[in-house]
């Protein structure tokens, strides 16, 4: 009886780790993550064979140009003076919610010093509201 309490043991405890394995081993795969411009900035030269990346940070007040395939900015790794910037370039139609200020996570890879994007994520709050009804309009 003891031995088969044993092998019983030994069985959930493979089969624990299996599991374990299976939820957990795979997740780091599937996790994306992006670097900052000053990151990007500095690891240019390990991307530049083409090799696709994301980098997040925010768009740059006033940078904003549209072009006839998308747009160009500056993408800026926070708000404070003197902190690292990317020139960015976005093919194809810009996200809904963007505009100047506001967070992004661009991917695409390096064409000299500007950083081409195909994707573009925006970065949001969770506080949605109802838009403001204007002036005059019914109540």
Avoid: C
Wanted: glycine share 14%; proline share 4%; charged share 20%.
């Amino acid at each position: 009886m003891r031995r088969y309490r044993l092998l019983l043991v030994a069985g959930f405890g493979v089969s624990a780790v299996l599991v374990g394995l299976l939820f957990f081993g795979n997740l780091n795969r599937n996790l994306v993550y992006y670097l900052t411009p000053d990151e990007a900035v500095a690891q240019r030269a390990d991307f530049d064979d083409g090799r696709r990346l994301q980098i997040g940070g925010l768009v740059e007040p006033g940078s904003v140009v549209r072009t006839p395939d998308g747009l160009r900015f500056t993408l800026a790794a926070g708000t404070e003076p003197g902190s690292a910037t990317v020139a960015a370039q976005h093919t194809g139609a810009p996200a809904q919610l963007f505009r100047s200020g506001i967070g992004v996570v661009l991917e695409g890879s390096w064409r000299g010093d500007v950083f081409i994007s195909d994707t573009m994520l925006v970065k949001h709050d969770e506080n949605y509201g109802a838009p403001d009804q204007q002036a005059g309009g019914a109540g």
